[in-house]
């Protein structure tokens, strides 16, 4: 899609969001972002310009997507990147943040979906993010990567029946040094900065392909793993048990 004019980036407080408004600002578009915290927001904004904005918005509480739509779009192109990540063994896990992980994650990414549909211009575009962490369930992923890995079929499911009014897209990044992955104490292969994620999103977003999915030196290796025979992807996997 050429000439996008008005972009909402959803989880642009911060990270690979707020990256991905810079380099649509950059690129001369006109960017709303939201996320929970409104002084995360301004600071990104203040550093944005004059021309951008932000609104408050919680995806696990869909009126209040409504209300930053209705006050700021339609929309040429609407990018959620609201996760929530709480990496370690599942017998140690809090029930309570998995279970926000999967409502902010999953049905938070279901609710922009409703709301974005009906807030993009015509052939307007959707971008959800998913992960490579959903490519195959690796140890210590859990809810985490199983709502990445549900937002991958919710996004494919999606792309057919809301075409060609929306152009849904699927972004599948490996490791970016955020705060999010700041919080894993294992080594991240081939990992990048939030600047060049954000290009190479961007980039793709103005291609046609479905999927974005980068770097291909980690995505492949992890899309082989999925397709070998379970024995050996399981064998394989069981030396990233810690
Ligand atoms: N970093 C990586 O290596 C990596 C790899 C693969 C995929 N991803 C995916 O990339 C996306 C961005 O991650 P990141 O690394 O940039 O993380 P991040 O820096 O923690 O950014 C997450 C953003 O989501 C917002 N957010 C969280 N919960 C929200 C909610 N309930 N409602 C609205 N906004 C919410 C946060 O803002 P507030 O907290 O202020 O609301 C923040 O702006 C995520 O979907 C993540 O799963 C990241």
């Known amino acids: 899609m050429a000439n996008i004019q008005k972009v909402w980036i959803i989880g642009g407080s911060s990270g690979i969001g707020a990256a991905l408004a810079q380099a649509y600002a950059d690129d001369g578009a006109e960017v709303t972002i939201s996320g929970r915290n409104a002084e995360a927001l301004e600071k990104v904004v203040s550093i944005l310009g004059p021309r951008h904005s932000f609104a408050v918005a919680d995806v696990v509480d869909p009126q209040s997507l409504e209300d930053a739509a209705r006050a700021r779009g339609p929309f040429d192109c609407i990018i959620t990147t609201a996760a929530i990540y709480d990496p370690g063994p599942v017998l140690a896990a809090d029930q309570k943040k998995a279970e926000d992980i999967i409502v902010a994650n999953l049905t938070g990414t279901y609710n922009v979906a409703r709301v974005g549909a009906k807030n993009l211009k015509p052939g307007g575009q959707l971008a959800l993010f998913g992960s490579a962490a959903a490519i195959f369930g690796l140890p210590n992923g859990q809810v985490y990567s199983a709502t990445k890995a549900g937002i991958v079929n919710l996004a494919q499911s999606l792309r057919v029946e809301l075409e060609p ?24 292969p081939f990992i990048l900065e939030p600047e060049a994620a954000a290009q190479r999103i961007l980039k793709g977003l103005k291609g046609k392909h479905f999927e974005i999915a980068f770097p291909r030196r980690l995505i492949w290796p992890l899309r082989v793993l999925a397709w070998l025979p379970k024995p050996i992807s399981f064998a394989l996997t069981k030396r990233l048990k810690q």
């Open 165 to 188: 009014n929306v152009d849904v897209r699927l972004i599948t990044p490996g490791f970016v040094r955020t705060r999010l992955t700041d919080q894993n104490n294992f080594e991240m």
